[in-house]
Each structure stands twice: as C-alpha cells, then as structure tokens.
C-alpha cells in the first residue's frame, strides 16, 4: 500500500477527515443537548419535575439495573416484538405470493387492503383487548396489526414490477408460473424482501408498546404507562429511549442492509 | 426433405377493450431440417407474435402449427428461443444461468452439467462460469444466453432479433458468431428481424411479411458463391448488394 500516489493519499486523507468530523459532530450534539437539559434544570429555568433532567434519568436508570427489572420488561417486550415480527414477514410473503399468483385475487382485495393499511390501528388496541383479553397474543396482534398490510402491499408491488422479459424466458425455456415465481420472482425481491424486514421490525415494536400500554403487566410500554401515572418522567423517558434504541439496534444491524447482500443465489 | 416446422393458414388478433387488432393473417410456410430462415417486415407487424405462436406462449386462433410432424400441443420437441435481450440473471453465474433450463426442465444429470460445461469451454466462456453476468461484454452475455438455449438441444430455434440490444460493431461480430455457431450445431433457426443486411448475411431464404395485419409478401431463397459462407463473407460478396435491393424494394411496395 506504499505506492500510492499523491494525489490518491490526499483523496483518502480528506475522506478520513470527513468521516471524522461526521462522528465527532453526531456526539457533540447529543453531549450538548445533555448539558443544557442538565444545566437548565439544575438552575431552575426548567422544571426538573416536569422535564427531568439526564443525571436523575442516569440514576433511575441505575437503579432499575441494580434491581434488575429493566432486564424482566426490556426481554418481554424484545420477545413480543420478534414473534409478532417473524409472524408478519412469513404472513406477508405467503399473502404477496397468493396474490401474485392471482391478478383476479389481487383486483379483487385491492381497496381492502389499502383500507386496512390506513386504519389507524392503535385505535384497534382497545378492541383486541375485548377480542383476545388482555394477554400476550392481543399484544402480539397488536404488533402483527401496525405492520401487516403495508408489508403485504409493498411485497405484492415489488413482485409485480419484476422485468417480464425474465418471466418470458422462463416460459420459453418450458417452465411454468411456479417456476417463474421461484427462479425469477423470488430471488429478484430479496432487497425489496430485506428492507421490507428493516421497516417492520421497528413497527411491530410500537404496535407492541402500543399494546403493552393497554394490556400488559410487563414489557417497555407498561413500564412506560406505569412511570407516567406515578409521575415519574425519568422512567418514561428511559423507556421511550431504549425502545427506540433497540429498534435501531434491530432495523440497523450493519449487515443486514439490503445494499450489502450479496447479489449470488 | 424433412420438415421441422410447417405452418397452415395461421391467423392471430390482439384484443382490448377498444377492439380487435389483427395481427397475423393466412401466415403458411415450411422450414426444412437445417435450414435458417428469416422474416422481415416493417415494425410492429407481428413478426414476435410469430415467434410467440410457435413456442407456445400464445395460441392461435385460426390454423394449426406443426412440429416435426406433429401438432403443436402434442409435441415433445424442444424449441429454443432466444430473446431480444438475453435476461441473464444477475443473482446467478454464468454456468448457473445456462442450466436454468436444464434446472426447470429436470434434465439435470452429469451427462448434460457436462454438455454446459463443454459448449461454454466451445464458445470461450469457460474462463466466465462463475462470473456473474455484469461482468461480461454484450457479445459474450448474448453468447452465453444462446448456450441456455442449445444446451436444451433444441431442433428448432427461434431468435427474435437477438442482436437488437448491441452496438454495431458488436452486432455484426455476434451476428457472425452466433450464426456460426448456430450453422455448426447444425440447427434449424427461425430469425425474426427488422435489419436487412443481418437478414441477409445468416438466412437460406428470407420471408417478407406486409404491414399488419402481416401476410406473406414474397420468400426470396438466397444463393451465395463463397467457399466460406460466413456472414461477415457474405457482407462482401456482390450477390449481397443484389438481395439487399431486392428485398428493400419489395418491402416498400404497397399494392
């Protein structure tokens, strides 16, 4: 790597430095935020039992590692939010598919599932609660409900947008639609299929939380409800972070972006 | 002389909603074993519907096709069909694109996996079974879609302006090429076109087809004295002007 010229050193020099200031501004931001959020509450322009402030927000946190009960909700709601996240990839894929191999089906359920996609479905969660009680699977469906039509929908349009002159081919190479579906369809949907993964695990965890709100005795948003009604904003904003870490922790797992899957197979 | 394909008194129409196009009228004639015959016509006059009818993929509604004797339906031969664009898929490598319809057909044995591996080594792609098709020139991607075609060991092959989608000069090159390669397999081929000069330069005989609905102008046998009857030859010898004339003259009469 020593012969490298000038002029491509000086490129990968400036690259670096740009990367560098990239993270060094991400963290200057959250520290400065932290510091005028602690700063104003501690001198009383903001009031800290209102707004809290991030060294009680540190300490509640603490102490909620200490008795471990942090661990108890953070596990319920991460389980929650993976079942009902395995159970909507594998049901939107099997119904994308029917109505693929369908166009009559496909006509025929169109305005359904365009209705069911904008129902605003934390308004659902109340009545899942009647429907199923007030037990896991109501949370699950809860879960399942933020995300199912809108992942059926965006699979269903990125089958049919595949080239048709490679589903030509295979008829003309003697194949038929399951062949079409499985050598062409299929593997040409992956990076839609992946990035479609990426947008649901985050929104089967606030269709979980949503449902934990109203029908849990464990789990991030019981945790949530349950600091609000004694007043404790430290303990909502702790929750409100972690849920949306883990979501980024689940949707951005550097490997699984659909620009890194390799394109063999 | 044997025939791999006839057609009788074929008739096809488009429907939508605002009516009924027709696309093919009283369409009749044979191809011999061997033979390379190509049809020409003014764009959009049916010439792919053609080619669409004798794969299968569409029916006709009127007159019967038959293949090696045999009705269409009934017919166990392969026909290989070559596309204007050669739809290699880029989530598999080469090798694995050209077994795709050894893959479909369940005709994978180590008797045909090696008859892939023998035609890419043929035709220079050995070194690019596991490339993945971008990284291949046009002429080597529609080299390799025609493998897919012949390791099926069609009798029959239809090529639907297959060189369309390259540059000139690549054109002329895979033109000569596959021509060859298609003369040496000893295969009969069907070549729809609207390029003269490529017409010219691969056919026994050439077919004019009307504007739509297409009908069967005139079928002009082509003669050329060359001790190598290559394309790229034929494109130099005197006979070549001659046709080309021929041809343009008759496809721009209308009567």
Request: charged letters at 20%; glycine letters at 6%.
């Amino acid at each position: 790597m020593n012969n490298l010229s000038a002029e491509q050193k000086k490129y990968l020099l400036m690259h670096r430095r740009h990367k560098r200031i990239v993270s060094i501004s991400r963290i200057l931001i959250l520290l400065s935020f932290l510091f005028v959020w602690e700063f104003t509450a501690n001198v009383g322009i903001i009031d800290s039992f209102i707004f809290s402030s991030p060294s009680k927000i540190a300490l509640c946190f603490f102490g909620m590692l200490m008795d471990k009960s942090i661990f108890l909700h953070l596990g319920v709601t991460l389980f929650e939010t993976i079942i009902s996240f395995l159970l909507v990839i594998a049901i939107s894929i099997l119904v994308a598919v029917a109505l693929w191999f369908s166009s009559k089906l496909s006509e025929i359920l169109d305005p359904y599932l365009v209705v069911l996609n904008s129902l605003p479905k934390s308004a659902l969660a109340p009545l899942l609660i009647v429907w199923l009680g007030a037990t896991k699977t109501t949370i699950i469906v809860a879960g399942m409900s933020v995300a199912i039509f809108g992942s059926i929908l965006s699979l269903y349009t990125s089958f049919t947008v595949v080239d048709p002159g490679k589903i030509k081919l295979i008829y003309t190479l003697g194949g038929n639609r399951f062949h079409a579906l499985s050598k062409v369809v299929l593997p040409s949907s992956i990076p839609a299929i992946i990035s479609n993964m990426k947008v649901n695990i985050g929104l089967c965890l606030v269709g979980v939380i949503i449902g934990e709100f109203l029908a849990a005795r464990d789990g991030l948003g019981y945790l949530i409800i349950y600091s609000s009604q004694v007043f404790r904003r430290d303990g909502i904003l702790i929750q409100s972070t972690t849920s949306s870490y883990i979501s980024q922790m689940l949707s951005l797992h550097p490997d699984v972006r659909p620009e890194k899957i390799p394109q063999a197979r | 002389m044997e025939q791999v394909l006839e057609l009788k008194h074929i008739h096809y129409a488009y429907h939508t909603l605002d009516g009924e196009t027709p696309a093919l009228t009283d369409i009749s004639f044979a191809l011999n074993k061997g033979e390379f015959v190509s049809i020409v016509g003014p764009s959009g006059c049916g010439k792919s519907t053609l080619l669409s009818l004798i794969s299968g993929l569409l029916e006709p509604e009127k007159g019967l096709i038959k293949i090696n004797g045999k009705y269409l339906k009934e017919s166990t031969t392969n026909v290989g069909y070559m596309l204007q664009h050669d739809e290699l898929f880029e989530w598999r490598t080469i090798y694995n694109n050209v077994i795709l319809g050894l893959e479909i057909q369940h005709m994978l044995t180590a008797r045909t996996r090696e008859r892939a591996h023998d035609l890419l080594d043929l035709y220079g792609l050995r070194q690019f079974e596991s490339s993945h098709p971008s990284e291949l020139s046009g002429g080597m991607r529609q080299r390799a879609a025609l493998i897919r075609t012949l390791v099926l060991e069609p009798d029959l092959l239809l090529l639907d302006e297959p060189f369309s989608a390259l540059d000139y000069q690549t054109r002329l090159t895979v033109g000569d090429d596959i021509g060859q390669i298609i003369r040496k397999e000893g295969k009969s081929a069907l070549l729809v076109t609207h390029d003269l000069s490529e017409a010219i330069s691969l056919a026994d005989r050439v077919i004019i087809l009307s504007g739509r609905p297409a009908t069967i102008k005139q079928t002009i046998p082509l003669i050329f004295d060359l001790d190598a009857d290559t394309p790229l030859n034929r494109r130099n010898a005197p006979e070549f002007k001659t046709y080309f004339n021929l041809i343009w003259k008759e496809l721009n009469t209308d009567e």
